[in-house]
Nanobody, 121 residues
């Protein structure tokens, strides 16, 4: 069984920084793609940033230039650093992992439970 355990988030003042981390736990051999999505009230879930095992990254235009994403393949962890946060960054942030190969040779995608980030206006 694979679980994604998120940490970080909470209340962040506008203009400040936030850091989210996620650890994949379970009998995991490898993970192709890891990253973060977010869902604001009344809106669809959207991509924030992802990073492949080879280090290729993808960012939403709304966070590009003020965010970095990094991962530790050995520890099966991914982290998101976002600077100059804005009220519109308020959302539930979900950790995501795709192409997860387990010891039972199954492959799938997984989501964390989500962590709330609130940036007051």
């Amino acid at each position: 069984q694979v679980q994604l355990v998120e940490s970080g988030g909470g209340l962040v003042q506008a203009g400040g920084s936030l850091r989210l981390s996620c650890a994949a736990v379970g009998s995991i051999i490898s993970i192709n793609n890891m990253g973060w999505y977010r869902q604001a009230p009344g809106k669809q879930r959207e991509l924030v940033a992802t990073v492949t095992s080879g280090g290729s990254t993808k960012f939403a235009d709304s966070v590009k230039g003020r965010s970095t994403i990094s991962r530790d393949n050995a520890k099966k962890m991914v982290s998101l650093q976002m600077n100059v946060v804005k009220p519109e960054d308020t959302a539930v942030y979900y950790c995501y992992a795709a192409g997860v190969l387990t010891a039972t040779m199954s492959s799938g995608e997984y989501w964390g439970r989500g962590t709330q980030v609130t940036v007051p206006s």
